[in-house]
């Protein structure tokens, strides 16, 4: 293994490329466009990040409770409370424009005004009928609007919540989705180019302001968004990291090289993604920004070599050998090290998590290859960069930062492990007020004009996430049973009390409402009926005429034996409504033995929050894999222990650091920041071996002795870290541009967790080793490393 790492393997890896210029030309200009041609099979997702293994228990009852009563995310909701609805003029244009969504042939049928109706009890034969409210075939006068109005907010205690909220007075229209689209392409065609529409040419023309909402709705805006945030994403990385590469390098040529590199790189991402046929998600829509910011410092360490090469000797082809065999090699195994960051999220189940380190970790891999053929093919095609392109190399402007790290680490040393230390502690205090979040709409953006609609569905409607109830009565017809309804009863009741959770909707409110039938209409009368009640009452229910009124019988299913009672809760995270789950489940079991029924509570809000919690777990797994594989790296590298315990400190302290940041902002766990840890530990740790390198050619150099080699080698990388880790800082700083929570969370949290690495690295890492001296000292536990970096002979010779 040494010798296939050995500086003659890289000195042959070098000849290959240069000799072979226009045969990697072709074949990278053959793979863009093979993968460019995948673009195509790029995928959007059109559901809901899908958190658990399928094999879960939880997502096992949700299948359940799909098979029983289809998806039950297909209403999309539209409301008003405008206070001149009940007149004629707008009360006609809210009934034509229901009407108008339902010829769509992608709705199946819609719930509003326009067809409302009430249950009538009829004579000779006995039995109930569900009859217009108002009459469609006559416009409505002033007259009509009020009774209307009058009839509807104090005689019909059934629709309250479905169709209208006495709030504010506010009225909506149901509109129910065909299910078969819901999670296919069909339904953001349908949603953006023909019901939006529809919408605002009915705002325009009415002067009615309308709110509109509905997982569908809210599922397609935010994957829209999704989808436009990207090519900000590449656009800003591009913009930043050129901006920040040519104030390095002052050189057009240069900058253009690098841009030109990573483009081709975030080509290759794409059509990565397309060839696997993955989903863009929330989380693989970052992988081409991604990869420009870290493409970019691989393309300052080449070029920066390269310069550094022609400034010593000015003979290009042996600079050109040079980069290819010096850098290589380093830059190889600090791609390695962040790939494998990245690459531990594929031992997970989680599907999103997995395919998320796939295409990442291929990506890293792959940018790396194209940095280390691209930017010396294309420099030995130039001509020699001129004096001034290859002033910055004087690093005069960035002296005072290298000078003050090296004052602080020769006379500061005890300054910077109390600071550390304080930095230790203050972190785990905040580490013990951090939250997990399993919320599907915290990440959402919170300007946007839909989350505003969410917000005034959940104040006058309690709610717009489906939490759904499953009651399997092991019997048929067993919903139907008296002694059924008022368990569900008091469970509605139960449920009702909390104020996340919104009026529950089941069989029950039918059978309520079959009563006041009876009683001719009296809303006194909505409740269940007593045993004699039910004997006089339930034959008029059999002939009861539900056609064109789904949503009466969309609650117990055709054997009679499965009952679903609908809950829309609010926006509450994981921790608010596992304690609500403790809460209620008792009271629940004693109301339904387990004997004799089986409740199961699901729905895609609460399968999403369970799968945060799956994903925290995933999290200690992955990153602690990721520990593991980097330790394991550095024995291989370094054979020594102890540097494996000294090299890790200084990058797991900058992870407490951020956990700690995370609990006093008030930022929690959730799928998207959890991704921080494994990213900046896979990232950071790229400085360790950069210095560690340097540092052990140095004690090689200068008979093992350490107080003499720290100095030198912190000199030799104070500058390519600072350079690097200012591109990853600025780079990684654009996803805060993001209108997403958690998007812009990640972006601010690795940018923070990276400068508190490199910091950790030119400061803690050496005094560290400084410190430690004499139990690290000698050449006999500091063995000879299984990898040699950075070539030594080549340095000494020069």
Known sequence: MSKLFSFGFWNTIARIILRNRILIIIGIVAMTTFLAMQWKNMRFSYTEANLLPDHHPVNQEYQKFVNTFGEEGNVLLIATNDSLLFTPEKLNAWNQLAKKLSTFQEVEHTLGLHNLKQLKKFENPARFELVPVIDSSTAINSAAAQKLKTHLFEKLPFYEGLVYSKKSNTVQTAVYIDKAIVNSKERKIFILEKLQPVLDEFKEENDIKIHVSGMPYIRTLNSQNIIDEIQWFVGGALLVTSLIFFFFFRSVRATLISMLTVIIGVMWAFGVLGLLHYEITVLTAIIPPLIIVIGIPNCIFLINKYQQEIKKHGNQAKSLQRVIAKVGNATLMTNVTTASGFATFIITESTLLKEFGIVASINIVAIFILSLLIIPIIYSYLALPKERHLRHLGKTWIEGFENWIVRMVKHRRITIYIVSIC?????????????????????????????????????????????????????????????????????????????????????????????????????????????????????????????????????????????????????????????????????????????????????????????????????????????????????????SFKMIIISLIPNLLPLLITAGMMGFLGIPIKPSTILVFSIAFGISVDDTIHFLAKYRQELKARNWKISKSVYPALRETTVSMFYTSIVLFFGFSVFMISSFGGTKALGGLVSATLLFAMLSNLLLLPSLLLSLARSIANKEDFKEPNLEILPEEMEEKE
């Open 423 to 639: 930095a230790l502690v203050i972190s785990i205090i905040g580490i013990y007020t951090i939250r997990v979040s399993g919320s599907l709409l915290e990440d959402m953006p919170k300007e946007a004009a839909f989350f505003k609609d969410i917000e005034f569905f959940e104040e006058e409607f309690d709610g717009i996430m489906p939490l759904e109830l499953l009651i399997d009565t092991k019997r048929p017809q067993g919903v139907t049973k008296l002694s059924t309804l008022k368990r569900m009863r008091d469970l509605q009741d139960l449920l009702a009390e909390y104020p996340e959770l919104s009026k529950p909707v089941s069989m029950v409110e039918l059978v309520k409402y079959s009563k006041q039938a009876y009683y001719n209409g009296n809303p006194k009368y909505y409740q269940l009926p007593t045993s004699q009640e039910k004997n006089f009452i339930f034959p008029y229910l059999k002939g009861v005429n539900t056609e064109g009124s789904n949503q009466l019988n969309a609650y117990i299913d055709s054997t009679g034996q499965f009952a679903r009672m609908t809950v829309f809760m609010k926006d509450i995270g994981t921790e608010e409504m596992e304690a609500i789950e403790d809460q209620i489940w008792p009271k629940i079991n004693k109301l339904f033995p387990e004997d004799r029924y089986e409740i199961t509570m699901t729905g895609k809000a609460l399968v999403f929050q369970k799968g945060t919690n799956y994903l925290v777990k995933n999290l200690v797994m992955s990153l602690s894999l990721a520990i593991l594989l980097i330790a394991i790296f550095m024995a291989w590298m370094f054979r």
